[in-house]
């Protein structure tokens, strides 16, 4: 008896396996379980894939924290009559044009592109300047590009909006504004004004204040050591920074 069930058994196997005519409802049953399969696989992919965007605040303790500076003005107070002193001690005589400055290489260096920076279109200043400034930018970049990566956060380039003014510059700057006959600091190659509230993304944005925070931090380290004085401006939206 037992052995005949067996049997039978076997041989309704084979039956499936080799002659295979599902009813409607295995048909069904097959076709939903299909659709079970991809739906996980999709919830895994997907999952897998909001983990790679999820930005920096994540509870893993081995980024670095950001906390910014408490207050910006305060941190970053250094006024006209501050930054000019280091701009004069420091800096070149008043600079006619591009031509001029490029035929001074032994005092200026041109501050192009960089990995750590990009400058925006210039309209009235040309970048160049005093080597000393133009290390102090590559140690900012520098610092920002460590700081982003210690803290899990996409790579930024800083956004340089203005470098050294030439006469040319002033006359034109005058034509549009005659009370325009500040000495400014931009007028010796000390000085660099870096956007606070636009980045270039190299990957992905990041679109809250967060790399505001971290510039802040990057920036009250180098005013800490001695390094710049460094002002925030609100109207234009930047640092506007001397080397010392
Ligand atoms: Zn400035």
Redesign the pocket.
């Known amino acids: 008896m037992f052995n005949v069930q067996r049997s039978s058994q076997r041989h309704t196997l084979k039956e499936r396996m080799f002659n295979v005519q599902p009813t409607k409802r295995q048909f069904m049953a097959g076709f939903f379980a299909i659709v079970a399969i991809l739906g996980i696989v999709r919830y895994f992919v997907q999952r897998a894939q909001r983990l790679e965007d999820t930005p920096i605040v994540q509870k893993d303790q081995k980024y670095h924290r950001i906390r910014g500076v408490n207050n910006y003005k305060t941190a970053f107070p250094d006024s006209q009559s501050v930054q000019i002193v280091a701009a004069e001690k420091w800096g070149v005589l008043p600079v006619k044009n591009r031509e001029d400055a490029e035929s001074r290489k032994k005092e200026l260096v041109y501050v192009g592109e960089s990995p750590y920076w990009h400058v925006d279109r210039l309209s009235s200043s040309i970048p160049y300047l005093v080597p000393r400034a133009a290390l102090m930018l590559q140690d900012i970049g520098e610092a920002f590009y460590d700081s982003l990566y210690a803290k899990g956060l996409p790579f930024h380039q800083l956004i340089v909006t203005?470098v050294l003014r030439s006469m040319e510059d002033v006359a034109k700057l005058q034509r549009h504004n005659p009370n325009a006959t500040e000495q400014s600091?931009?007028l010796y190659g000390t000085?660099i004004?870096i956007c606070y509230n636009r980045y270039q993304p190299l990957t992905r944005e990041v679109r809250n204040d967060t790399l505001k925070w971290v510039l802040s931090e990057v920036l009250r380290d180098k005013r800490n050591e001695g390094r710049c004085y460094i002002k925030y401006?609100v109207k234009?939206g930047?640092y506007?920074m001397t080397v010392r």
């Open positions: 203005s600091c931009h000085t004004d401006e234009q930047c506007h």
